[in-house]
């Protein structure tokens, strides 16, 4: 019996990079994995477009074969292909000098097509091996008619695929109990774990644990975890496990070289891994394009995450129909109240006031002494945007986002319970104190990722509410690091992916969308310096 590792860093690695690893990378990382004995090594992806340098979406096995220097017989080379992206007309007959197996990838329900396409692969003279993705969907009357499929067909290996991360012990025994009772010994088990849960590692010893007495198995993994979303089993973790305690020879200095030399450079450039997000997922059987949907154009917090998620169907978390997320997204949000008193409340209060909109920018730290100056000879009434800010007695505070809202709450007590609050209805609907909430719709205006940094919502309001003189202090424009933009440090980010360049620039288009709507209207003014002010 045998424990195998596939490395399959180029390969889920690519959903990460866009496959844009480049041709130093996918050479060296091939290369290290050779020298660390890895007994699988995964290239990428065969795709119906023509392959690039650098990519590891190749069109045919020739693609890959540059990259394959000292090919060793001991280790098989394989690629990936999607049972129905791609056509498999255009793979060549096997001719030894590239990989020497393809592995297909089929959906729950669809094991008779992939097997269809293997044995076309196999009649050009490559091994074949599967993967059957949601592998937790399967009842157990459908993993015994796929090991019976399998068993007629006899594959190099089928492999358990935990699709969204949502795997405990349990699922994984009773998947390959079934397995293997009904597989053929002939036929490995393989098993590819998501680390939604943090469990990846962990239910990867499992499983070698559980069969290794009994039959061949294949566990895969990536260096660093690379994957997309939580990532996957780590092959320099699974390595040392093996090494350790079943007798592995995998040599972990080649595997510690391939991470200084090549990862680095993504570990810094890109995110993967455990998250809360991404945990979210594993607890809802849900493809990860839902949530990075959900974060990438909404910045979604945790919490309405999961109200969203979990108001799909079953079906629907398995899938990803970004027009639906959108509609959810937006019942979710729209909690509709009657506002008209609080407008009409504030209409009031706001009347021929100057008002200073004192945003979380770290300006309003270094530029304090010219900012109070500023209050003392103009004496606007001030609003704090999304965060209480220690150094300054407000007038009101504005929230836009549950998580501000809930952190001013708990890191400032005192401040919080004396401050009038401005809420938009997406936080709460109903009323409490010195409270005033507004519909959210009202200050919105879509056609933007980011079209809800709260600067610009409050513009908005003060606009509704026929404000004529408006002074903005701390809307500087963010800095590449985290926090380091903000006069709080602990403050909450807003910002999931990090792209601050780009955060800016749309900021700035939006700011710029609104100021050419209201001039002559509304004297906006700036008392801190800002990269958003129009010029």
């Not at 409050?458 to 004529?468: A, D, E, T």
Request: contains cysteine.
């Amino acid at each position: 019996m045998s424990i195998k590792i596939l490395d399959c860093t180029l390969r889920d690695g690519a959903y990460v990079t866009n496959s844009e690893f480049g041709e130093s990378s996918i050479r060296g990382i091939i290369t290290q994995m050779q020298k660390a004995h890895a007994d699988i090594i995964e290239c990428g992806w065969l795709k119906d477009s023509e392959c690039h340098s650098g990519s590891s979406f190749y069109h045919v096995p020739a693609d890959v074969e540059p990259y394959l220097e000292g090919k060793n017989k001991d280790i098989l080379y394989c690629v990936m292909i999607d049972w129905d992206r791609y056509n498999v007309e255009n793979l060549p007959q096997y001719d030894g000098k590239s990989v020497d197996a393809i592995r297909v990838v089929f959906p729950h329900g669809r094991h008779k097509e992939g097997i269809a396409i293997g044995k076309r692969i196999r009649e050009k003279g490559y091994k074949v091996l599967f993967q059957a993705a949601n592998t937790l969907a399967y009842s157990e009357q459908e993993l015994h008619e796929l090991a019976m499929a399998m068993n007629d067909f006899e594959p190099c290996s089928l492999s358990v695929v935990d699709t969204f991360g949502a795997m405990y012990f349990e699922d994984l025994e009773k998947i390959v109990n079934v397995l293997d009772k009904t597989l053929s010994k002939k036929i490995a088990i393989g098993f590819h774990a998501h680390n939604n849960q943090q469990l990846a590692f962990a239910l990867s010893i499992y499983f070698i644990e559980k069969l290794k007495e009994k039959r061949d198995v294949i566990v895969d993994a990536t260096l660093c975890g690379m994957g997309r979303g939580a990532g996957n089993t780590t092959t320099e973790l699974l390595a040392n496990y093996i090494n350790r305690n079943q007798h592995g020879n995998y040599d972990m200095n080649a595997i510690m070289d391939a991470i200084d030399i090549y990862m680095q450079k993504y570990q810094e450039k890109f995110s993967w891994g455990y998250s809360t997000p991404y945990f979210i997922a594993g607890m809802y059987q849900c493809h990860v394009n839902n949530i990075a949907y959900l974060l990438k154009n909404h910045r979604t917090n945790s919490r309405d995450l999961r109200t969203i998620i979990e108001s799909l169907s079953t079906d629907e978390r398995r899938k990803y129909d970004y027009d639906l997320l959108e509609e959810k997204y937006l019942e979710n949000q729209d909690r509709l109240v009657d506002d008209s008193n609080s407008l009409k409340q504030l209409a009031g209060a706001f009347a021929g006031r100057k008002i200073l909109l004192l945003a979380p920018g770290k300006s309003t730290i270094t530029n304090q002494k010219e900012i109070k100056e500023f209050i003392n000879s103009e004496n606007p009434i001030t609003i704090a945007v999304n965060a209480i800010n220690k150094g300054y007695d407000c007038d009101y505070i504005f929230f836009t986002n549950k998580a501000r809202y809930t952190y001013a709450k708990t890191a400032y007590p005192e401040q919080f319970e004396k401050l009038n609050k401005i809420l938009l209805s997406n936080i709460k609907t109903d009323v409490s104190g010195n409270e005033k909430i507004i519909n959210y719709n009202l200050v919105i205006k879509r056609g933007w990722n980011h079209f809800d940094n709260a600067v610009i919502l409050c513009l908005r309001l003060m606009y509704k509410l026929n404000v004529k003189d408006v002074y903005i202090a701390g809307f500087d424009g963010f800095k590449h690091h985290y926090n380091e933009s903000y006069a709080d440090e602990s403050l909450p980010t807003l910002n999931p992916d990090n792209k601050w360049d780009e955060l800016n620039e749309e900021i700035k288009e939006i700011y710029r969308d609104f100021y050419d709507s209201v001039i002559g209207k509304m004297n906006i003014t700036f008392v801190t310096e800002s990269i958003f002010e129009v010029k």
